[in-house]
């Protein structure tokens, strides 16, 4: 692990490659999973304020729900979530005519109609925070429906770490993703090192 400010970063950032690949995967982390996307406390007026323009690129099944459980919901460990349909998408996933998954919050954001990307918890993938005491532990969530993710940063030798870049840096801000990317370079060295030692004395 390596301590960056308050955060513990996990060396899988540096040494797992990862690209999303959403011809492979489809979009499945917007569909599976055992609850919708965790939303902070401050993203919840995102939500609200970013619904009366997204609502129209929602699906039928996904305003009924809404209109009948919220925006936002609280799972079975007291933090707040999207809600999801039938037990599958989230409510603000919309679908291409080939069936991928796409989160309406960006589209919109893409196409210049609201300034907020996102929930953080999406934009982050595959990385999961976890509070801690007093620090925050970043890692590498691993999840099968993105094996199509991990040959695609393999093939462009990605690793976790600069895959997120626009999310770290959202999240945690410049001075610390330059800092973590030093971090790696000096961990990769040292691995590197290692491995090189080791295979001269073998």
Not at 90 to 106: L, M, Q, S
Not at 167 to 182: D, H, K, Q, V, Y
Request: net charge negative; with cysteine; proline share 4%.
């Amino acid at each position: 692990m390596i301590l960056i400010d308050d955060t513990l970063l996990s060396t899988e950032l540096f040494d797992r490659k990862f690209c999303c690949d959403l011809k492979a995967c489809k979009g499945a982390c917007c569909v599976e999973g055992e609850s919708g996307a965790p939303l902070e406390p401050e993203e919840l007026a995102e939500v609200e304020a970013a619904f009366p323009i997204i609502k129209n690129r929602l699906k039928p099944d996904s305003l009924a729900v809404i209109e009948r459980e919220g925006l936002h919901v609280i799972d079975a460990d007291g933090d707040h979530v999207t809600p999801i349909v039938n037990g599958k998408e989230c409510v603000y996933a919309t679908f291409d005519e080939d069936g991928t998954a796409k989160c309406a919050f960006e589209q919109a954001h893409l196409a210049g109609e609201i300034e907020w990307r996102k929930p953080i918890s999406c934009h982050l993938y595959p990385i999961r925070l976890t509070p801690l005491k007093d620090l925050v532990a970043v890692n590498y969530h691993q999840w099968p429906i993105c094996d199509g993710a991990v040959s695609c940063g393999v093939g462009l030798n990605l690793s976790i770490l600069q895959f997120c870049k626009s999310s770290l840096t959202r999240r945690f801000g410049e001075a610390w993703f330059a800092e973590a990317s030093i971090a790696e370079r000096e961990w990769r060295k040292a691995t590197q090192d290692r491995d090189q030692k080791s295979n001269g004395t073998s």
